[in-house]
């Protein structure tokens, strides 16, 4: 399978992009164009019709032939503007929203400057879950188990700590049981609930990320207290969060199967807000990333990896590390090597309810030309 980059030079990606952007060629693949790519893209995405270096078909009448390039949303330019341009009102921000949240003051004591910081391998992570789960709803054969056992696990955490008082409409809007730290024993008891099930997901491990990045992490372990484990109150205002969506859901489902859509959901409002008009909207952003990514905390399956890490993380890397505007999605294809659908991968990721990427296509011929120059 050929690349319409070549092998020896994949950082012309940002050169190609910037050359195609500035001759105005992208255009926008609509939700009918998306919806019947995702109808006939079948099999591997390595081995698919439509991802080659002989292009695809514009469209079911038209045959011109073009290449897919994809991008992170550019509602996301307004996020790292923000932390370029105006880091200390926005640390100012979130600053004053984390002094209100239960817990939230003694959790981040030290950590401020982290909350500034998106850890977005872990937000990667949370996508790769969700849109695996909202496309078993068409037939696909991963699930999404891990956010599942995500969700299973703060329950059962929850009731644990509570004990015979617990009730779960109460407690999922109330953290005050939670942010005084987690006993011991209450802890243990989690890890055994997992261990019995022959699982391979360790609770203790999960305490390895508050050293990295305290933000994202689901605990921190306080040195001078070996026995009291403290839960990330952004962690625990996520969980009320879904659980206020799937009250306000009309027809809501089983959470096996509806977990997806409601993650991606919050994450999409969050992101459309970044073009709002409230003046904490940043933070506010901030805060809601942090608390998605704290309450994620199962990463096992390997596809939901590649869809999150592979896909979305690398798209963020290029973005944050190159400025790369859009990369074609036949090299993306051809190095992802997946066994699901890339084109309702990518229709999921497009779709206007979460816009988490942005999809053009450009005619062939136009790329060839660009690409036979810059070689």
């Not at 299973?152 to 942010?179: C, I």
């Not at 999960?206 to 009291?228: G, Y």
């Not at 400025?323 to 206007?352: C, E, H, Q, R, Y």
Request: glycine letters at 6%; aromatic letters at 10%.
């Amino acid at each position: 399978m050929k690349r319409v980059l070549p092998d020896i030079s994949p950082s012309l990606d940002y050169t190609l992009w910037k050359r195609l952007a500035d001759s105005g060629a992208p255009e926008s693949v609509t939700p009918d164009q998306r919806k019947w790519l995702s109808s006939i893209d079948t099999g591997h995405s390595n081995v698919s019709d439509l991802w080659t270096a002989e292009g695809r078909n514009r469209s079911q009448i038209d045959k011109t032939k073009v290449f897919d390039f994809i991008s992170l949303s550019k509602l996301f330019d307004e996020w790292f503007d923000q932390v370029k341009l105006n880091p200390d009102d926005l640390q100012t921000r979130i600053d004053a929203i984390v002094e209100k949240v239960e817990g939230g003051r003694f959790f981040f004591e030290g950590q401020h400057p982290s909350l500034l910081e998106i850890n977005w391998t872990v937000l990667g992570r949370v996508i790769g879950s969700a849109v695996a789960n909202l496309g078993a709803g068409e037939g696909w054969f991963v699930k999404g188990n891990d956010a599942l056992t995500t969700a299973t696990f703060w329950s059962e955490l929850k009731r644990l700590q509570v004990g015979e008082g617990y009730d779960s409409e109460r407690d999922a809007r109330h953290n005050s049981h939670y942010s005084k730290g987690i006993e011991d024993d209450v802890w243990q008891g989690i890890g055994d609930f997992y261990r019995q099930r022959k699982t391979s997901f360790d609770p203790d491990s999960e305490m390895l990320r508050s050293t990295s990045h305290r933000p994202s992490s689901p605990f921190w372990k306080e040195n001078h207290q070996p026995h009291r484990i403290y839960p990330n109150p952004l962690a625990l205002m996520h969980q009320s969060l879904m659980y206020a969506e799937r009250r306000g859901d009309e027809d809501p489902g089983e959470l096996a199967n509806d977990h997806g859509k409601i993650t991606l959901q919050i994450l999409g409002d969050a992101i459309k807000s970044l073009r709002g008009q409230d003046e904490d909207r940043f933070a506010r952003f901030a805060i809601k990333i942090h608390g998605l990514c704290a309450f994620h905390i199962v990463r096992t399956d390997i596809m939901q990896q590649k869809i999150g890490l592979h896909l979305f993380s690398n798209l963020v890397a290029k973005k944050m590390t190159r400025d790369v505007g859009g990369t074609n999605v036949p090299d993306i294809a051809k190095n992802l090597k997946t066994a699901f659908s890339l084109a309702k991968v990518l229709t999921i990721l497009a779709d206007k309810e979460h816009k988490i990427i942005d999809w053009y296509s450009v005619e062939k011929e136009t790329v060839d030309e660009i690409v036979k120059d810059l070689t």
